[in-house]
């Protein structure tokens, strides 16, 4: 008999399709997914400082029920913006016979609903299977700890989505033999397939990159705890630092910048170029940093699911700046399906499980501006080895794929429902 399994989800994120899509197809899973809302234009945008939907399809292929969102300012960003009391009864009440399902995945306590979800379950007498991203890269107030260890004591199962978020669970009581891989990941080969070299030269040239550049790619919301003008910083660091004529003839367009002249420390090493996706209430002071300073960086702006392939196309290296806010960090998984090492701060999330330096990238102090260029010219220094890093990148990143995934939810369901 398979297991009549719900996820528990604030609105479709198109990393998680990918994994609902494979529950369902499963033979021993029965799955429904409940949503809280489904966000239109401006509510998606929130962050990303453009109205906009997804370019893949979010709700085909799996099951899914939207709940009646009662809160006064729907919103998936703040705690009060989900409010769904009837999750309640979609889960079953002691009484009413049996329960609707098996187990219940919910993905932390983000928003009101998790935690209805939470107490449906648990007056339900449902397994609750928790698989959030809290990860202990992030300092709380004593008092924070001791909610969690509270709120932990409600599940009967975890789902680790990596180490840090594997000692989150560990430091705050949790038994070892409660927890299974959860491991976060994206469409390894969706993303590989559509990332093809041979229209690199083609965008480089419409991005304003030169051919013989090391290109370093940022992807993501220009907002504080991602340090996008960190990044600026340690390249203006390089500009300085290298032995060249004097940095941009020309002044730097936000869109279409000159030809790139930083070069490495060491003379004759490649010129470097930058180019940053996405858009975010730091985008002007970004872009004011790059121009006053005449540095080779191209702003792409926000650009879709289906058109990122062609940033990873053209780019060498990944750089993600951020603090410990980037609890994992999914633009990593991504670059890395793509043949692309990465740079990260020892604040993100995701840099013990996916960052082996000098095999698979770099890890900084966050924060630190002259490590992070240093990091940035000793890579570049040699592209073919930039080149193997992102071969060998590429080949640890399958691990993380959705196949594993499924695996892992089987693994939690068996654990919490002890089958």
Not at 152 to 160: P, T, V
Not at 283 to 302: H, Y
Request: proline share 7%.
């Amino acid at each position: 008999m398979p297991y009549r399994l719900a996820i528990f989800e604030t609105h479709p994120i198109q990393y998680k399709v990918p994994w609902f899509r494979a529950l369902a197809a499963h033979p021993e899973i029965e799955l429904t997914v409940f949503y809280c809302m489904l966000p239109d234009a401006r509510q998606q945008g929130v962050g990303f400082g453009v109205t906009f939907q997804w370019d893949v399809p979010l709700l085909e292929g799996y099951r899914h029920v939207l709940l009646d969102n009662v809160a006064k300012q729907p919103g998936v960003t703040h705690f009060r913006g989900c409010d769904t009391p009837s999750i309640r009864r979609m889960v079953g009440a002691p009484g009413l016979g049996v329960p609707a399902f098996d187990a219940v995945i919910i993905n932390g306590w983000v928003v009101k609903g998790c935690l209805q979800a939470l107490w449906a379950c648990r007056r339900a007498g449902v397994p609750a299977i928790l698989r959030c991203e809290a990860c202990d890269l992030q300092p709380r107030v004593w008092w924070k700890t001791l909610v969690h260890r509270a709120l932990l004591r409600q599940f009967s199962a975890f789902m680790a989505i990596g180490a840090a978020n594997r000692r989150f669970y560990l430091r705050r009581g949790v038994p070892p033999a409660r927890i299974v891989e959860g491991l976060y990941c994206v469409e390894n080969a969706r993303f590989a397939g559509s990332c093809p070299r041979t229209t690199r030269s083609t965008q480089r040239q419409a991005w304003g990159i030169r051919g013989d550049a090391v290109c370093f790619l940022f992807c993501g919301k220009l907002e504080t705890k991602k340090r996008p003008l960190d990044l600026l910083q340690a390249l203006e660091v390089l500009g300085r630092t290298s032995l060249r004529p004097a940095l941009g003839a020309a002044p730097a367009s936000a869109l279409r910048p000159p030809p790139s002249d930083v070069r490495c420390p060491t003379s004759g090493h490649p010129p470097l170029h930058l180019l940053l996706v996405g858009d975010g209430e730091l985008r002007a002071a970004c872009e004011s940093f790059a121009r006053e300073r005449r540095l080779p960086v191209t702003f792409a702006g926000f650009l879709n699911q289906g058109e990122m392939p062609a940033a990873y196309a053209v780019a060498d290296c990944l750089i993600l700046p951020s603090d410990h806010g980037e609890t994992w960090g999914l633009v990593v998984n991504e670059a890395m399906a793509c043949g692309l090492p990465a740079i990260a701060s020892d604040r993100v999330g995701c840099h013990q499980d996916l960052i082996t330096p000098g095999l698979t990238g770099a890890v900084f102090p966050c924060g630190d501006i002259a490590a992070l260029a240093e990091a940035m010219g000793r890579l570049a220094a040699d592209p073919e080895r930039l080149a193997a890093m992102g071969q060998t990148a590429c080949a640890h990143v399958q691990r993380y794929s959705i196949d594993n995934l499924v695996t892992g939810t089987l693994s939690a369901l068996r654990l919490a429902c002890g089958r």
